[in-house]
């Protein structure tokens, strides 16, 4: 129809998705980016950051669940190994310390607390862009509903230069929800980056990050693997669908000392 509104993501040039427009909510130039949020009919409350789709309603928890759940899981799953274990119980598995990179419309903070609690001493959220953070509250609340917990450390500021001055072997678990890595999110799939993540970690702890789509970013999630192999002893990618990303099937790759939990999440966990 002539008056509608459509809003489309090209990628590799060459393929896109689009989505129809029922009412535009908020279009604003940040610090670092444009960000868009709009109502579909299917997909409910849409957010786009520089033209690309971070998540919708409808499947924001599929990917907050992929990268929360399996970090996680592992953590959990590496204490039973550790020296500190007693009665087959890991001693620092109810005293976590969490960092999340990015993360700003707050669904892995909001995962964390709602599922795993009782394990976390204080996670620390690292979101270059307030604006990100301002608008998930407002267009997204179910999503942005843990921004105020009392063992969160919310700070709006540079993740690289905060992970430069953070302690060594402090965190627990690091998860990195960030943009593509392109622009100032560009330094994510770096050697010296996870050379310098793995500095702020304890000998258990574990990393992971959305690492792209495993058919249009091909050479992206190669060199994040390829920069994770150099620095940690372990490494591997699994696979979890995301309505609203390129291809559908989206890639996330954990890494660490040793990763007990080598399995790929079941499909049905996301059919909902």
């Known amino acids: 129809m002539p008056n509608e509104i459509w809003f489309s993501e090209i990628f590799k040039d060459n393929q896109g998705l689009t989505l129809k427009v029922s009412e535009v909510l908020l279009k604003k130039q940040s610090e670092y980016q444009e960000i868009l949020i ?8 849409v957010m786009a950051l520089d033209g690309a789709l971070m998540l919708s309603d409808l499947d924001e928890r599929m990917y907050h669940h992929a990268l929360t759940s399996y970090g996680m899981q592992n953590v959990l799953d590496n204490g039973t190994t550790c020296e500190n274990a007693e009665n087959g119980v890991p001693l620092h598995v109810h005293n976590l310390n969490i960092l999340v990179v990015g993360g700003g419309d707050g669904g892995i903070v909001r995962d964390l607390f709602k599922k795993y609690e009782k394990h976390i001493n204080k996670v620390t959220m690292v979101e270059i862009d307030e604006e990100v953070i301002n608008a998930s509250r407002k267009f997204f609340p179910k999503v942005a509903s843990a921004f105020n917990h009392p063992k969160l450390d919310l700070r709006c500021e540079d993740a690289l230069k905060f992970i430069e001055t953070s ?8 998860l990195c929800d960030s943009t593509d890595p392109v622009g100032f999110a560009a330094g994510l799939i770096e050697e010296d980056f996870y050379k310098k993540v793995k500095r702020t970690m304890k000998a258990h702890g574990i990393f992971c990050a959305q690492s792209g789509s495993p058919f249009f970013q091909k050479d992206e999630l190669e060199k994040a693997q390829k920069n994770l192999a150099k620095v940690f002893s372990e490494v591997h990618t699994f696979y979890a669908p995301m309505l609203v990303y390129p291809g559908v099937i989206w890639s996330y790759t954990a890494a660490g000392e040793a990763i007990i939990n080598k399995k790929n999440l079941d499909l049905a966990e996301f059919i909902y």
């Not at 709009?38 to 409350?45: A, E, R, S, V």
């Open 38 to 45: 709009f109502k579909n009919p299917h997909l409910g409350t």
């Open 167 to 174: 302690p060594e072997g402090h965190f627990d678990l690091i």
